[in-house]
């Protein structure tokens, strides 16, 4: 709560509206831009830039995340207890904006030890920046959170109720317009590629824009300093919830072993310093605080959209035809999907469910909230499932793979020393077979009558190519593919082999392979997708061709065949098969997820400010901050403790924990009676009055009055 200043000099209004609040919207649309639009890519520069595993970048998302709806707390003791509202979104908001600029510059890799490969030498410097930009960036956003929309409030008159409803319903709108453009423009940016030395995904600029938005809304809010109606502190009311609560505890304690009335409920141990009606307001609140326990399990699953689902998209097919999505950009069906859901479920939805005469009580509507995140994850998993049929198996240790490509004119047989073989035709090639490195030693390579019989030194955890050729002479080579994972961020990794008697130069899209002797190949390259144009040069010869189009996350090894005036001849042996599972198979778990929250999150914030005092609102909106924390935290514990390997079988898991949560949540609402605060307010109110009526004034010897109190 904060006290007036005083007389204050009228400010210029515009259709009935402050012009201050002007400021305030804007503020808020640059701030919730830059912090969306920073959260879109996050896990990605986890995963791809500082090269972290899945697990870690998950980890430290969800731990970012947690410390951001921690800090609100933080902020409104700040704002109601030392510096006012004014002061506190001025000075988180130079700490978020240095944050933002700290992670940006965190991202450059010419300027943090990043060597020629686009592998950081040492990610030491890297990391302690991100580090100390995100939890900046959590101070700051949060900081700020529980203070911006309530200034805007204190902006309007009392008799400018109409006004102030219909500025928060423009608050919120620029809240959602920011996420949207945010998530849709930030990983557009982080797509293109920048670079001094070594040219990679252009995170400096995906961060450094929403950086940039964050210091014009700094700017935007000081430039409306003079129009302000600023506050003053007085004190915050979760201070002085949490000393009432801690009295009634302690006092409790004190007397539990002398002989004294037993007391309705364990709050009233507070009486003896705490009115009568700051007891029942907290009780009231408390009643919630009660039902928000199982709350944190829905957002677990819920804030997984940027951490899990995203690097689910990593391994999806983004083309949608003319548009091509990253999977960053998926997030996006979440905020579009809340600007069509919402109308639709208040507007024809629950509407409907009213004609049928059902009691869709705010409660129940959670509970149908919780078991549609549940469905959701059951979705995912299904979606991950398939996936999982389209991605390669990579040897485990102990283990190494080999493909035979057959450069020969004739077909081969291949023997290995654990009796298996193979038969490959002339320019074919046999898919990745697996086998114990220890146990593999002789490859006998057979052409016709001709065999010959080889050793070679096979590297475990690795995928080999022997390619085997009869012409002139049978021969075999080895090759160490180096390919270990699945090429990530969509690229795909290309590599040359020379089948022409003669030493060839190759170029692909302006990255040169320099020259290739016969039977020899070239390192892997990464490309982008899409058709790549194709130079060989041989014997003062020049041949060009388009390549077949690439798709995302493909490997391929390319046979240059022929090359003289008549054209060249080349031919593609994919490695690793590109992803065919569309992207838009998550389009129905994000659609299921966003019903989930409309009906959750929407009926949950409605139904804490229905069921809490006026002057108890702001802790039951400190609680609701809480729960998202809290899962996130739930989120760290659970990926951390779980040796499960199967991220379908981590999907099952957290929709099973949540439909278990569901059902003691729809237990403990079948038991909750509805109040109406405003009647119970009234009813202390009069009992208040009734207690000073009570007070009669007794005449003592002369010396005056004295007021003598019934108890």
Known sequence: MEKDRGPRKVVPGCFGYPISIFFIVINEFCERFSYYGMRAVLVLYFKYFLHWTDDLSTAIYHTFV?????????????????????????????????GQAVLSISSINDLTDGNRDGVPDTIEIP??????????????????????????????????????????????????????????????????????????????????????????????????????????????????????????????????????????????WAREKYAKRLITEIKMVLRVLFLYIPLPMFWALFDQQGSRWTLQATTMDGDFGAVQIQPDQMQTVNPILIVIMVPVVDVLIYPLIDKCRINFTPLRKMTVGMFLAALAFVVAALVQVQIDKTLPTFPAPGESQIRVIN??????????????????????????????????????????????????????????????????????????DGLTVKPEQGNNKIRFINNLNATINVTMDGTNFGEVVYFSATNYSSFQRGSKQIIIITNNQSCEENSLQFGYGSAYTIIVEECNSNGSRIKYVEDIQPNTFSMAWQIPQYFILTCAEVVFSVTGLSFSYAQAPNNMKSVLQAGWLLTVAVGNIIVLIIAGATTISEQWAEYILFAGLLLAVTIIFAIMAYFYTYVDPAEIEAQLIEEEKQEKEKKEPVYGNGTGPVVQTQM
């Open 407 to 480: 450069l020969g004119n004739s077909n081969a047989t291949i023997h290995y020393n654990d009796g298996r073989s193979a038969d490959v035709n002339s320019l074919g090639s046999t898919d990745y077979l697996t086998f114990n490195t220890e146990h593999l030693k002789d490859i006998n390579v057979t052409y016709g009558t001709k065999t010959i019989s080889k050793s070679f030194a096979f590297v475990g955890e690795e995928r080999h190519t022997l390619e085997i050729t009869d012409v002139v002479e049978i021969q075999a080579e080895l090759l160490v």
């Open 127 to 268: 990391v302690a920046l991100s580090m100390v930009g995100l939890v900046l960036i959590a101070l700051g956003t949060g900081g700020i959170k529980p203070c911006v929309a309530a200034f805007g409030g204190d902006q309007f008159e009392d008799h400018q109720e109409k006004q102030r409803s219909r500025f928060f319903s423009i608050f919120y709108l620029s809240i959602n317009a920011g996420s949207l453009l945010s998530t849709i423009i930030t990983p557009i940016l982080r797509g293109e590629e920048c670079g001094i030395h070594v040219k990679q995904k252009c995170y400096p600029l995906a961060f450094g824009v929403p950086a940039a938005l964050m210091a014009i809304a700094l700017f935007v809010f000081i430039a409306g300093s003079s129009m302000y109606k600023k506050v003053e502190p007085q004190g915050n009311v979760m201070v002085q919830v949490g000393k009432c609560i801690a009295f009634a505890i302690k006092n409790r304690f004190k007397y539990r072993s002398k002989e004294y009335p037993k007391r309705e409920h364990w709050l009233d």
């Open 66 to 98: 947690a410390l951001c709806y921690l800090t609100p707390i933080l902020g409104a003791l700040i704002a109601d207890s030392f510096l006012g509202k004014f002061k506190t979104i001025i000075s988180l908001s130079i700490v978020y904006t240095v």
